[in-house]
């Protein structure tokens, strides 16, 4: 009973360097998702993605990129990391668009010094 | 600009007693609306959801009431258990653009033994 799996659970960066954060999930889900979770906020959407090779913005997508290139994978990409993208950040998935709850990972921890 | 808002950061009760959270918004918009628990170092996990077509929606010890007119919903935990010591995120989505959740910042419940 995986669900949806994020890798790595802990990460420290330097500002500047870049990274991936890995999402997989194995439940045949259409649809993903990326949050940030800034402390004492809500869940902000970075990007979603409807399927396979589709991808849009969420609400606070600038400074990450993504990529979708099978059902199962949905990697969150930052290319010159700042300190502002401290946070903790969880992929999530869905089997549809309306009215589906979203099935979320353990979430990755990332501090950039 | 907060959509969706829980205004109280932490609650503590009893075991046995009934515990309340309570969550506003303000997009007339939403017609879905979910809770999610969420425990440390985990991933958030979908609770109970409701319709807007709905004001009342039970699932076992957990109740959540939609009043559309007042743009308020609430989760009635009877009865409360120090298992169900977590934090209570409310969510809402608009049908016609279903695949973005807006969430709360959260409700840390205590449920004292």
């Known amino acids: 009973n995986a669900g949806?799996?994020?890798t790595p659970k802990f990460r420290i960066l330097k500002i500047g360097q870049s990274m991936t954060l890995q999402c997989t999930q194995d439940m045949?889900?259409?649809?993903?998702y990326w949050y940030r979770q800034d402390p004492g906020m809500g869940l902000k959407l970075i990007y979603y993605s409807v399927g396979a090779g589709i991808t849009d913005k969420g609400e606070v997508p600038n400074g990450y990129?993504?990529?979708?290139s099978t059902t199962e994978d949905f990697p969150l990409r930052l290319e010159l990391a700042a300190p502002s993208q401290t946070s903790v950040y969880f992929c999530a998935s869905s089997q549809g668009r309306v009215n589906q709850p979203q099935h979320f990972g353990d979430g990755t921890r990332l501090s950039i010094l | 600009d907060q959509q969706v808002k829980q205004n109280s950061p932490s609650l503590s009760v009893q075991e046995g007693r009934i515990s309340i959270l309570n969550c506003d918004y303000t997009n007339s918009m939403f017609d879905y609306f979910l809770w999610y628990k969420k425990y440390p170092a985990e991933g958030p996990t979908f609770l109970i959801s409701i319709?807007?077509?709905?004001?009342?929606?039970e699932d076992g010890r957990f109740t959540v009431?939609?009043?559309?007119?007042a743009k308020h919903l609430s989760l009635h935990?009877?009865?409360?258990?120090?298992?169900?010591s977590a934090v209570y995120f409310c969510a809402a989505s608009a049908g016609n653009t279903g695949n973005q959740f807006y969430f709360g910042?959260?409700?840390s419940l205590t449920v004292i033994p």
């Open chain 2, 77 to 84: 935990i009877v009865p409360s258990q120090p298992g169900d």
């Open chain 2, 65 to 69: 009431f939609l009043n559309k007119s």
């Open chain 2, 51 to 57: 319709s807007s077509i709905k004001d009342k929606n």
């Open chain 2, 105 to 107: 910042t959260g409700t």
């Open chain 1, 65 to 68: 990129n993504v990529s979708r």
């Open chain 1, 4 to 6: 949806v799996t994020q």
């Open chain 1, 28 to 32: 045949n889900h259409n649809y993903m």
